[in-house]
């Protein structure tokens, strides 16, 4: 009967007709259930085998019980054993990312009811580690006699490196649409602020959850780190801010080209009490002042291995501080906004060459020119005076003779430095011809123009009496003022009344201030 079982399993059903007395059909049935039993058995274990060594996650969830099975990838990936995942149904609240949640609760609903989803769903998860993890469900479900669901077989695929890669495409993607939109926003550009100011809106924009930020750039005339661009600071407080190459967080940064990230409160604090130098003016003595953020990521900004400044972002919001990776990412965008910066400062720097003196650093004539006209129209739109000065180095010629032309460049020096010390930031001080010296002075009338070529010959007077030689003694400046719009409205009537006014001075005998 043994025999014949077997070959009746296996397929000889020629073996059928040996069987046909009912008690050799019962044993015969017998000892087929008992060999149904074996494969049974035999094949689960084959299936189990195969599950555990599946690189997908591999698990089933029974709908009054919980969890019964879970593949070893299971442990894998989220980090839980099976003892742990299985423990409790609050597990889940746990392990389910809280953005899904919701959604988490509603298609398992839909499960119980026997709605399986045709295609993979995708779930938010949170490992042992706090690691952030994608999974692609697909499900099957497991009736009971009645047809009911009594379980669910799951098979989900961790698709976290290719969200995480899709993620970077698509950062770049938007990196190189807006550093894009920045280079063209700023091709007609020479302002250095302003290209920083849009910079930073990039950088905002392509790190959401920036709260705050601001952009410092090197003025290498002054050797140090000033603030060019703020977003989401008090920028009265901000704007103080300056800072040494290699002095604070702010200049070890910029001098090491090296990111400094401090991504919890507690690692900010550290931060803010550590003031080098300390001074009011720090950074470390702003953030106290300020309120201390909950991150803090400070990137350099580095174009053609030359550095233009540095960034920082800062976020106050528990759940939107700064992870690691967004280290890298703020890298790469201040490396475009750097970029744009040196291209933008090195066409200030062409332009300014154009309308700059070689010898004396002043501006040209044909720039004085162009900003007189300026002036005109801006002062009449907003009822703004100013005054126009003209000036011409007394007894040059005679010296330039005597001591030679080295000399009479020195001289030159002199009297530009002398001129620029005494001016505001505002005024406009240009060489207007061989000797002689024009100045836009911004919202002066005339005693605050009078003052300031007092200032202006008391300090060539100092300097040129270091120097050597009768003929030195006897440089000087003769000068003469026109005042907007009492003196004239137009470039050429405020030219005409200084130069007739310098005219006067240079023939009297003191060379003395004169005025319309």
Known sequence: LRVSARAIAGGDF????????PKELALLTKDLDRMIVRLIKEGEAGYRRLMETSPDLVFTVDLR???TYANWTCQRVTGYTFEELASSPSIAGKIVHPEHWRSFVSLWKRLSLGDIPTGPQLVRLVGKQGQEIWLAQTFS????AQGRVAAIEVVARDV???????????QRDEQLRLVLGLAQATAASIEFDETASKGLDAVTELLPQTEAAFLMAYDSSRGLLRVSAVRGLDEKLISKVVARPGQGLLGRVFQSGE?????????VATVAANSDPPGTDSFEEALKRAGLPQSLICVPLRAANRPVGCLVVATFTEELSFQQSDISF??????QVAMLLENVWLRAETELREITDSLTGLYTHAYFHQRLAEEIERSQRYGHNFAVVMMDITNFKSYN????????DQVLHIVSDAIRSQLRGSDVACRYGADEFACILMQADLPRAERVLQLISSSLASKVQKLEGEAAAKLGLSTGIACHPDDGTTVDELIKVADAALYSAKLSASHQTQTA
């Open 65 to 67: 019980q919980g969890l």
């Open 259 to 267: 990111a400094e990230s401090y991504l919890s409160p507690h690692e």
């Open 401 to 408: 003779e005597a001591a030679g032309h080295a000399a009479g």
């Open 14 to 21: 020629a073996a059928r007709p040996q069987v046909t007395k």
């Open 330 to 335: 703020l890298q790469a965008i201040a490396s």
């Open 160 to 170: 976290t490196l290719l969200r995480f890669l899709t993620k970077e495409v698509r």
């Open 141 to 144: 479900p497991v009736r009971d």
